[in-house]
């Protein structure tokens, strides 16, 4: 039986082969051959087609700034890519085996080396949601009540933001409340980290998350502490009103952080404190974060669709920090070290 399953599907492989990745696609993980952020067997399928058939090589691996991409398709890692590699996807589709090998991010091409070591990416979703913005009356600013706060993107050219649950602080307060849920918020990722000579490390994170919970804001006319909270929704729901019964806007995300900690082995930091220059720990150092996240969910009235049409967003949104650069951190000019910043939405399929 298992012979004429790969018989089968090899044979499939050979005779298709799978569409291009569209320009700077990027993959989530190992083994999405195609970029199409799904693990599938088209993936397999691509994967044939480009080792015997003179299709298009797999799409990169998204590593972040300092290191762009990761080989994708050794899903065995057994240092190179062939059959057997298509043969390790299939195995884990389809007969219960395990998942590709998780490609290591930050460390060549500039990334980390020299005595590096690995955390477990738990320890940096922990810190998520952690730190007291000081609300200037005694007590911390919430962006979103009553969800503990985690960073947002922005499209300034189109003024419009995306919030995604890359931490399942949303999952967990669904899951704490009377009557609340688990949305499947799954995250995986790593953490390396190579101490610095200065006694300080340097500190590569990459976070996959599943099933997060996500939503789209038209920021026009809106405060700028409260957006997130109270600007019209064009796409999905928060968290409160999915608890209370509507339809939630769930995705997928990576995202990549470079800064420097205090020490080897110091806690992970919270990325809104390590972020904002005037809350970082001395000796902390913020230097690279990006993000590439999709989501499916609801259209909303205010989108200029039809309320509740199914609908779709994506985010790749790029910042570089501490470059001097013209960087800034103030009120007026928050987190302005972005290069790329870009939001779209609309109708499924748009």
Request: aromatic share 8%; net charge negative; hydrophobic share 40%.
């Amino acid at each position: 039986m298992r012979a004429t399953l790969w018989t089968g599907l090899i044979f499939i492989g050979l005779l298709v082969t799978g569409p291009t990745p569209a320009r700077g696609a990027v993959a989530l993980e190992n083994g999405d051959a195609n970029g199409d952020w799904a693990l599938d067997i088209s993936d397999g399928i691509y994967l044939l087609g480009w080792l015997y058939s003179g299709g298009p090589a797999p799409a990169p691996i998204a590593c972040g700034i300092d290191d762009p991409s990761g080989e994708n398709g050794d899903t065995n890692s057994d240092g190179g890519i062939d059959l057997s590699d298509v043969i390790y996807l299939f195995g884990h589709l389809y007969l219960g085996g395990p998942a590709p090998v998780e490609i290591g991010c930050g460390q060549g091409g500039g990334g980390v080396s020299g005595g590096a070591a690995q955390r477990p990416i738990s320890e940096f979703v922990a810190a998520q949601g952690t730190f007291c913005r000081p609300d200037g009356a005694g007590g911390c600013l919430l962006f979103v009540p009553p969800l503990q706060n985690f960073l947002g993107w922005r499209d300034p050219a189109k003024n419009i933001s995306i919030s995604v649950d890359y931490a399942g602080i949303a999952d967990a307060w669904l899951e704490s409340q009377a009557g609340g849920f688990d949305l499947g918020t799954a995250t995986s990722g790593s953490i390396t980290e190579r101490p610095l000579p200065d006694g300080r490390a340097e500190v590569h994170v990459r976070l996959h998350t599943r099933n997060a919970l996500s939503w789209v804001i038209n920021r026009t006319g809106c405060p700028p502490g409260s957006a997130f909270a109270v600007c019209p929704l064009l796409l999905g729901h928060r968290a409160p009103d999915v608890l209370a019964g509507a339809e939630p806007a769930l995705g997928q995300s990576l995202l990549t952080v470079v800064f420097v900690n205090t020490a080897p082995g110091a806690p992970m930091p919270d990325l809104l404190q390590i972020s904002s220059g005037r809350f970082r720990l001395p000796g902390q150092e913020f230097h690279s974060i990006s993000i590439y996240a999709r989501a499916s969910g609801e259209l909303r009235e205010a989108s200029g669709f039809p309320e509740g049409a199914p609908g779709s967003a994506q985010v790749t949104q790029v910042g570089l920090f501490d470059t001097g650069a013209g960087n800034r951190d103030d009120d007026a000019h928050p987190f302005d070290g972005f290069p790329a910043e870009h939001i779209h939405f609309g109708p499924t399929g748009s």
